[in-house]
């Protein structure tokens, strides 16, 4: 047999329950909502004759939810509340609503902190909270639903949106560039994925392989001291491309040593994303996202 729903009750009979249910009293809800107690007893009733349902237990002073009623008001109270946030979402764009997003130090200082222009204009109403990343271990810490990571795009547990694809090239100070002397022998190497000088010589053709000088845990300290004349940094594009660019670097080699890495903005794949987080993440994909 099929099942015959019950017709929504008319929301001000609704509002007036939820009312009277909270703070015990009709002549309370009434005042609460402009209402005269006549009015609001007036819905209660009309309410539960269409549930054919007593809700409340009436006492000398005020009421008492039945049974049925305690077990009804969560679920009137949450219809509320959804209605509500979903306004507010959806029609008061002006309420500031914040991100927040971890990413590495590299990547924050290199690729987002510059794009912040970008998404002001693009995202007037979004406020970024962004925290910087320095060990692997500070992603298992609580705070944020999405945060950007260096990869091959396999985390566990999390779905992912490539942002780069990594490329390697040799880079260094102008003034160094031109000194071949000074170049041999004196790398400037980034501990973890990207210390791969032997793989570049490789790929290259080149034989031989220069000492290790200089070693730097992130790679933005890294290449800072490749501005400095330090040494030749095995430069990541995209994130030395801004450099290149204002010829605080310059290239040694015409030739680009792809990598499977890059880094790629995830979330747990149980996380369910506010608006403004999908807003943010519509809008960092269209900047940053390039081919797998």
């Given at each position: 047999?099929?099942?015959t729903?019950?017709?929504?009750?008319p929301?001000?009979?609704?509002?007036?329950f939820e009312?009277?249910?909270?703070?015990?009293?009709f002549?309370?809800?009434?005042?609460?909502?402009?209402?005269?107690?006549?009015?609001?007893?007036q819905?209660i009733?009309f309410?539960?004759?269409?549930?054919?349902t007593r809700?409340?237990?009436?006492?000398?002073r005020?009421?008492?939810?039945?049974?049925e009623?305690?077990?009804?008001?969560p679920?009137?109270?949450s219809?509320f509340?959804?209605?509500g946030?979903?306004t507010?979402?959806?029609?008061?764009p002006?309420?500031v609503?914040?991100?927040?997003?971890r990413?590495?130090?590299?990547f924050?200082?290199?690729?987002l902190?510059?794009a912040?222009?970008?998404?002001a204009?693009?995202?007037?109403?979004?406020?970024?909270?962004l925290v910087?990343i320095?060990?692997?271990?500070?992603y298992?810490?609580?705070?944020?639903?999405?945060?950007i990571?260096?990869?091959?795009g396999?985390?566990?547990?999390?779905?992912?949106?490539?942002?780069?694809?990594?490329?390697?090239?040799?880079?260094a100070?102008?003034?160094?560039?031109?000194?071949?002397k000074?170049r041999q022998?004196?790398?400037?190497?980034?501990?973890?994925?990207?210390?791969?000088?032997?793989?570049?010589f490789a790929?290259?053709?080149?034989?031989?392989?220069?000492r290790?000088?200089?070693?730097f845990?992130?790679f933005?300290?890294?290449?800072?001291?490749?501005?400095?004349?330090?040494g030749?940094l095995?430069?990541?594009?995209?994130l030395?491309?801004?450099?290149?660019d204002?010829?605080t670097?310059?290239?040694?080699?015409?030739?680009?040593?792809?990598s499977?890495s890059?880094?790629?903005?995830?979330r747990?794949?149980?996380?369910?994303?506010?608006?403004?987080?999908?807003?943010?993440?519509?809008?960092?994909?269209?900047r940053?996202s390039?081919?797998?």
């Amino acid at each position: 047999m099929a099942r015959t729903n019950t017709p929504v009750p008319p929301l001000d009979w609704l509002r007036s329950f939820e009312a009277a249910a909270r703070l015990s009293n009709f002549t309370a809800a009434a005042a609460e909502l402009g209402l005269t107690q006549a009015a609001v007893s007036q819905h209660i009733r009309f309410l539960e004759e269409r549930l054919k349902t007593r809700l409340f237990s009436r006492l000398a002073r005020g009421v008492a939810l039945s049974p049925e009623g305690a077990a009804y008001l969560p679920h009137i109270q949450s219809a509320f509340a959804t209605i509500g946030n979903s306004t507010a979402e959806l029609f008061e764009p002006r309420a500031v609503q914040t991100v927040t997003i971890r990413a590495p130090i590299s990547f924050a200082l290199l690729m987002l902190v510059p794009a912040l222009p970008d998404l002001a204009k693009a995202l007037p109403r979004i406020q970024l909270d962004l925290v910087t990343i320095h060990r692997p271990a500070d992603y298992d810490l609580p705070g944020s639903v999405l945060d950007i990571r260096f990869g091959n795009g396999s985390f566990p547990g999390r779905e992912a949106d490539r942002l780069t694809a990594e490329r390697l090239v040799p880079v260094a100070a102008p003034a160094l560039a031109g000194d071949q002397k000074q170049r041999q022998g004196r790398p400037v190497v980034v501990a973890g994925a990207r210390e791969m000088w032997a793989e570049w010589f490789a790929a290259a053709g080149l034989a031989g392989h220069p000492r290790r000088s200089h070693r730097f845990d992130s790679f933005v300290t890294a290449m800072e001291a490749a501005s400095a004349s330090a040494g030749v940094l095995l430069g990541s594009r995209p994130l030395v491309d801004a450099a290149l660019d204002s010829k605080t670097l310059v290239r040694l080699s015409d030739y680009e040593l792809s990598s499977t890495s890059g880094h790629f903005l995830t979330r747990a794949s149980t996380a369910r994303l506010t608006g403004a987080e999908q807003d943010f993440r519509q809008w960092l994909l269209l900047r940053l996202s390039a081919p797998a």
